[in-house]
């Protein structure tokens, strides 16, 4: 794999420089590990769910409607495709991020050496491997922010084209991939202004060719939403849309914002901009000389080594790779919540950054740039892949149901997703996990209120809870920092917690106590003869 990606380029070396080739590979390689970790891995919470939308609407479920969640119902619509090919094979989805990122990583590669010169694709490819697969933005086997970025990688390539030829036919393929980025999350759209703003500003076409050129992606962007709106209208999803879109607003202007928090968009630029400051001071004395009278580039030795494009032509790419950073920057910004692996999305434009600089690559150069980021990414996914396989508490709780239930009995417990796909079980309730109680000061009693009223129409069988309540509650109100800044909503949280034990407590009786949680069984249900187990070992 390595190997592979390290060919996409062929620059020509200076003699004097024959370790670039093995440097990259290990830079690369080292890089990847921040995905190769999950290879194996349990399941994290994200992926299962975001497998479970799959699931529910390629069996004819309903987002909105089946199932409540902070997502858009082209989130179930995209990862049916996945789910009907891998189902419950969570190997699977790791390994599909994977071959994600290293198409993701070829691409913006093979763009910069054909729009930046050469001699960018060394530095573009190491950056696209490191940022690509930062250990602490990459989350999960696959992460929604994955998708989204593999997408905006094929568009950024196909808008770098266009800017170098003006062919609107590129126009076309940036928009189409654009627009299936958007499915996964609208914020995709950031790149959008920055391919017009170059188009705009930093060429010197005609009139009627900026207007073809940003037409064509138009029409690009429009295909893939087009499809998507009348997909969610032909599934009657649209029912729910209103109601969806009042949530993810709800979320997102009750999120927990606060001054200390710009200090992590401040960290994350200058993890991106090290590689900046040692290419570009550090290392100023490798820029590429004059230019010779074939159009190429001497070095300090007078020999042509690289292709470097005229001024005006880079122009255009310093105006599209800084503004797509700063819009990405601020769709992050703009979500509030800003967890590490929101900042994923700023890979893209990170990595094609250092390409901007005119270096002669060398071993040392691209070693100090980016092997201190390499090797801190390396050993943070470390911990990851010493991490043995959960096959205590869930699989015993999983293995309980699958033995006591009968197909398609309704359950619930907290993060239900993964059980779900890996069984027929159907949900006890439309809502899968307490998180969503820390939406906003109303959350707990609008989720608490229709968790209960499931549970009185769907009748689940089963219902597992924790054994300590408190200490759930304990838990989020101390540690989930929208809990802890929004007093009224731990109290809140408190309530409707305690509300939903009391009923399950009425009407239900415990059956089993494993690792911690209590396994609950419908009252009527229940026979006599049937005893009390305690699985804890």
């Not at 076409?205 to 073809?212: E, N, Q, T, Y």
């Not at 001071?281 to 159009?295: L, M, N």
């Not at 094609?352 to 390396?378: D, E, M, N, T, Y």
């Amino acid at each position: 794999m390595p190997t592979a990606l390290a060919q996409l380029a062929p620059s020509p070396l200076p003699k004097r420089d024959r370790r670039l080739l093995f440097v990259t590979i290990a830079l690369i390689a080292c890089a990847f590990a921040g995905r190769i970790a999950f290879i194996g891995q349990p399941v994290n919470s994200d992926t299962a769910m975001f497998v479970y939308m799959g699931k529910l609407v390629s069996q004819g479920g309903r987002m909105g409607v089946d199932l409540v969640d902070n997502k858009l119902p082209s989130v179930g619509l995209l990862m049916s495709a996945p789910y009907r090919l891998f189902g419950a094979g969570w190997s699977m989805y790791a390994i599909l991020g994977l071959a994600m990122s290293i198409l993701a990583t070829a691409a913006l590669t093979r763009a910069a050496g054909r729009c930046l010169g050469p001699a960018a694709r060394w530095p573009v490819l190491i950056a696209a491997a490191l940022f690509l697969n930062f250990t602490p933005a990459v989350f999960g086997q696959l992460q929604l922010e994955t998708i989204e970025v593999f997408f905006t990688c094929l568009a950024a390539a196909a808008a770098m084209e266009l800017l170098r030829t003006g062919d609107w036919r590129d126009g076309v393929a940036s928009g189409l991939a654009i627009g299936i980025a958007m499915w996964a999350k609208p914020t995709a759209g950031a790149i959008l202004p920055a391919i017009v703003l170059a188009i705009t500003f930093a060429t010197d076409w005609p009139m009627k060719k900026r207007l073809v050129a940003t037409t064509a992606i138009a029409i690009g962007v429009l295909i893939p939403l087009a499809t998507c709106a009348a997909l969610v209208y032909a599934t009657g999803m649209a029912d729910a849309l209103p109601a969806t879109l009042a949530q993810l607003k709800d979320y997102s202007s009750n999120s927990s914002a606060d001054a200390i928090d710009l200090l992590k968009p401040l960290v994350v630029l200058g993890v991106v901009l090290f590689p900046i400051l040692m290419l570009g001071w550090v290392f100023r004395r490798d820029r590429i000389g004059a230019k010779d009278e074939g159009g190429r580039m001497k070095d300090e030795k007078g020999k042509s080594v690289f292709i470097l494009h005229p001024s005006s032509l880079i122009l255009r790419f310093r105006v599209f790779i800084l503004a797509w950073l700063l819009m990405e920057l601020l769709a992050v910004i703009s979500q509030r919540r800003m967890y590490a692996y929101h900042f994923l999305v700023l890979a893209p434009p990170a990595a094609l950054l250092p390409g901007l600089l005119p270096r002669i690559p060398s071993a040392r150069s691209l070693l100090l740039a980016f092997g201190p980021l390499v090797a801190a990414s390396f050993l943070l996914a470390l911990p990851m892949m010493r991490l043995s396989p959960d096959t205590s508490r869930y699989a015993r709780v999983t293995a309980y149901l699958q033995t006591n239930a009968s197909q398609h009995d309704a359950v619930w417990e907290d993060d239900y997703a993964r059980l779900l796909v890996e069984t027929d079980l159907r949900p006890g309730s439309r809502v899968p996990l307490i998180f969503l109680f820390a939406n906003s000061d109303r959350s707990p009693a609008a989720f608490s209120q229709q968790m209960l009223s499931d549970f009185r129409t769907r009748d689940p069988r089963f219902v597992v809870l924790p054994q300590d309540t408190n200490r759930l509650i304990d838990l989020y109100q101390n540690h989930m920092i929208e809990m802890v800044r929004y007093p009224a909503r731990a109290q809140g949280f408190a309530d409707a917690i305690r509300n939903v034990q009391l009923y399950v407590e009425s009407c239900y009786t415990p059956r089993a106590t494993i690792d911690g949680v209590v396994i609950w069984q419908r009252t009527d249900t229940t026979t006599n003869d049937q005893a009390n187990v305690n699985l804890n070992q």
